[in-house]
């Protein structure tokens, strides 16, 4: 069966950098996009990345364009995020899901992890 | 960018009843690119419906989405206990990059 494990979360102050990781298991990882997707406490969920199967396209939302990082090992099925100069409005719990579909750029996560907590404060 | 409106906010129900939840989009969604998630309280959300209207493996059939265009149904035929959450929809496709997500509707025991 599908399962990804994020880690990494934390506390960090503002301006500070953390890097988050999913690992994957139960599903060819090589085959599949993957997302990063964040819900700050109490609100809705907010897309932050997408990274196609093979790592040759990235795309985030505008909010943490040129602040954070996706990418993939496939030699060890694991998802990333660097974030960098994180903010206070950052904070969040931060899922990883897979893609529905194989070799495409769907943008619908099926599986999601549980994800990992953000929090961006001094 | 599309936006995603759902309403209503809040539906107060009780088990056994109907639910309709809507989901209204900017423009209108492509190849009916729309998908409906569930989440319980301190946990993941799960797909339900994607394609407006097909169900994800393992979804009971008392869940059915409908519509097209720019206004979107989820219909849960009689709630169970368990149903009892918030439900988002979202649109997806490869154009422009990205996706967007509606501002959820809770589903409270009543």
């Known amino acids: 069966q599908v399962q990804l494990v994020e880690s990494g979360g934390g506390v960090v102050q503002p301006g500070g950098s953390l890097r988050l990781s999913c690992a994957a298991s139960g599903f060819t990882f090589s085959s599949y996009g993957m997302h990063w997707v964040r819900q700050a406490p109490g609100k809705g969920l907010e897309w932050v990345a997408f990274i196609r199967y093979d790592g040759s396209n990235k795309y985030y939302a505008d909010s943490v364009k040129g602040r954070f990082t996706i990418s993939r090992d496939n030699s060890k099925n694991t998802l990333y995020l660097q974030m960098n100069s994180l903010r206070a409005e950052d904070t969040a719990v931060y899922y990883c899901?897979?893609?529905?579909?194989?070799?495409?750029?769907?943008?619908?996560?099926?599986?999601w992890g549980q994800g990992t907590l953000v929090t961006v404060s001094s | 960018e599309i936006v995603l409106t759902q309403s209503p906010g809040t539906l107060s129900l009780s088990p056994g009843e109907r639910a309709t939840l809507s989901c209204r989009a900017s423009q209108s969604v492509s190849s009916s690119y729309l998908a409906w998630y569930q989440q319980k309280p301190g946990q993941a959300p799960r797909l339900l419906i994607y394609g407006a209207s097909s169900r994800a493996t393992g979804i009971p059939d008392r869940f059915s989405g409908s519509g097209s265009g720019t206004d979107f149904t989820l219909t849960i035929s009689r709630l169970e206990p368990e149903d009892f959450a918030v439900y988002y929809c979202q649109q997806y496709g490869s154009s422009p990059p990205g996706l967007t997500f509606g501002g959820g509707t809770k589903v409270e025991i009543k």
């Open positions: 899901a897979k893609d529905q579909a194989p070799w495409l750029v769907l943008y619908l996560p099926d599986y």
